[in-house]
Nanobody, 116 residues
Framework: QVQLVESGGGLVQPGGSLRLSCTLS????????MGWYRQAPGKQRDMVAL???????NYADSVKGRFTISRDNAKNTVYLQMNSLKAEDTGVYYC??????????WGQGTQVTVSS
């Protein structure tokens, strides 16, 4: 059974930082992309950042220069370092692992709130 366990969300003031972690358990093909999506209240779920097993990275334009995604393949863990947080970064952040046409799994989500 595949499971994604997230941690690191919380409340932070504008300009602050948070680090999210997500660990994958279960047996799947490791040649995949892992990353993060977020969903703000009343909005659709959008991609924030993705990283492939080989280290190719894609960021949403809104987070470029502020967020950094990284991955430890030996630990099946993906990280999202979020700096210079803004109110519009508020939402539920979902960990995702995908391998095109083969599988896609989601974590349960972790709340990030940026507010003074």
């Amino acid at each position: 059974q595949v499971q994604l366990v997230e941690s690191g969300g919380g409340l932070v003031q504008p300009g602050g930082s948070l680090r999210l972690s997500c660990t994958l358990s279960g047996s799947i093909n490791s040649l995949n992309a892992m990353g993060w999506y977020r969903q703000a209240p009343g909005k659709q779920r959008d991609m924030v950042a993705l990283i492939t097993y080989g280290g190719l990275i894609n960021y949403a334009d809104s987070v470029k220069g502020r967020f950094t995604i990284s991955r430890d393949n030996a630990k099946n863990t993906v990280y999202l370092q979020m700096n210079s947080l803004k109110a519009e970064d508020t939402g539920v952040y979902y960990c995702n692992v995908q391998r095109a046409a083969e599988y896609e799994y989601w974590g349960q989500g972790t709340q990030v709130t940026v507010s003074s």
